[in-house]
């Protein structure tokens, strides 16, 4: 029988890059909007996320306490949205970015936060903004 912790063994030979966590289609409701029935009626939203962090430890030690907390970033962004009132989708989708990049481990991430049926003939409209830790 050979022993599974083996196969996790830290690797050798190439440097590890950093992780990409991927929040995929997170459908959330909020007012996002300027016209009367926009500031009065929430919408849905959709929002994707990239993140990245060094999670080379995390890999090593197997760690739940050394890996990026997903839920609790994702948990932050649904109150946030859910919560709020925004003008432009340009502004929602700012907040969390910040969001995301308050946590010190993140060295970059996008948001791409998409208003469907936001145009008559279109599937919907989305903004997509994107950060990276500045160098210090």
Do not use: W
Request: a negative charge.
């Amino acid at each position: 029988m050979s022993n599974v912790s083996n196969l996790a063994a830290p690797a050798r030979g190439f440097s590890l890059e950093p992780a990409l966590i991927t929040i995929t289609n997170l459908r959330l409701r909020t007012y996002i909007g300027f016209n009367q029935e926009e500031l009065s009626k929430q919408q849905d939203v959709v929002i994707n996320a990239e993140i990245r962090y060094q999670a080379s430890q995390a890999c090593e030690a197997d760690s739940e306490q050394l890996a990026l907390n997903y839920k609790v970033i994702t948990k932050a962004m649904i109150s946030h949205v859910e919560q709020g009132h925004f003008r432009l989708l340009e502004k929602l989708c700012a907040d969390l970015l910040q969001l995301v990049m308050d946590e010190p481990r993140v060295l970059s991430a996008s948001i791409t936060v998409d208003k469907p049926h936001a145009l008559r003939f279109a599937d919907s409209v989305s903004v997509t903004l994107a950060g990276k830790r500045d160098r210090e």
